[in-house]
């Protein structure tokens, strides 16, 4: 019954989310709530495919980012996005542990789930309203990509319990890097392989993917940062080249159709809205942390570098989902914060890529014309 429930859910969402303009995966997240209140729980079977959606989720948003824009505003880019990561990490990790009292380990786990920058929100709202294609549009998806190369690399290195196997991972994630951005074009552009109803350039991005959570997992680590950074050397080929473009869209297509929908199923069904109302008033205290901290961060520097969108892209970068919804629920099956933690940053995540995106939207859309740095 549940895979029923389940696809029908997935699909009601598509149409929800296509209706009132809001990312399908906090649609999907809200449903997954639904569930977890109703005393459902995921199957094992929806756990791998939840696990194996974050990576592909996390891949594809590196290969949005536009190189040559981020190599050309480096330092726009870095000082506003690096502030958005580490105002909302500090504050996010010292209101764990010295307001709420958390452990250390559960303190830093917030710190990095709070510290994220919402991709897909991001992503989704920019293709919508068509600003992906402006100034503004670019550097805000650079800057973002800075904000979660740091909570990657944050939960990758403050969470990885280090062993010989840790280490052969790091060299096998080099080497599969390597190999795929000198030689994955041989497959990816064959044309004896291309537009074959088989889909082997798909099936050649998936086995690269699962290759990283192999080693990953034999290392004792997360795979993200490694896939992070494989997206954006990649995202070069997909850019330039037709048949690329194709491809990525086709991987796009298999995962938001499969494997994220039960991403953000699996990860509200976890959600206790029990334990939230519970604690109302530390569900208040973060989710203020999580926004104000973001906002104040990005400000100052949004003001000097886009003086006419400032609070347009303070207010979109005060998001935040998937990369803090990876950090939460690795914690939580790591055994790093209670299910009440868990659901605790689920909310404040979920209410966080909602609220600052209205604001901004509504009142503080940039005109064509101011988008330029």
Known sequence: MLPLIVGLLVFISSLISIRIGIAVVIIELL?????????????????????????????????????????????????????????????????????????????????????CTSLAVIYAVLVETGMNKTETGKLLMSATFITNLFTALALSVLFTKFNIYTFIFLAAAVLIIIIVDKYSLYILRHPALFNKVVEPEIKFLLFILLAFIYFAKLGNSQAILPVFILGLLMSRHFKEQRKTKIIRNRLKTVAYAVFIPIFGIVAGMKVSLFYIYSSLPLFTLFFFVKVLSKFSGVYFFAKKYIPEGHMYVSLLMSTGLTFGLIAALFGFNEGLISQSQYSLLIGVMTLSSIIPTFFAQKWFMPAEEENIL
Do not use: C, H
Request: neutral net charge; glycine residues 12%; hydrophobic residues 55%.
């Open 31 to 115: 449903f997954g709530i639904i569930l977890g209140s109703l005393g459902l729980r995921p199957e094992e079977w929806m756990l791998y495919l939840a696990n194996f959606g974050g990576i592909i989720l996390t891949f594809l948003a590196g290969t949005e980012i536009d190189v040559k824009l981020l190599k050309e505003q480096f330092k726009q880019s870095f000082l506003i996005g690096f502030s958005s990561f580490i105002a909302p990490f500090l504050t996010g990790f010292s209101a764990a542990y010295f307001i709420a009292k958390w452990g250390f380990w559960a303190s830093l786990v917030t710190g990095t789930a709070i510290s």
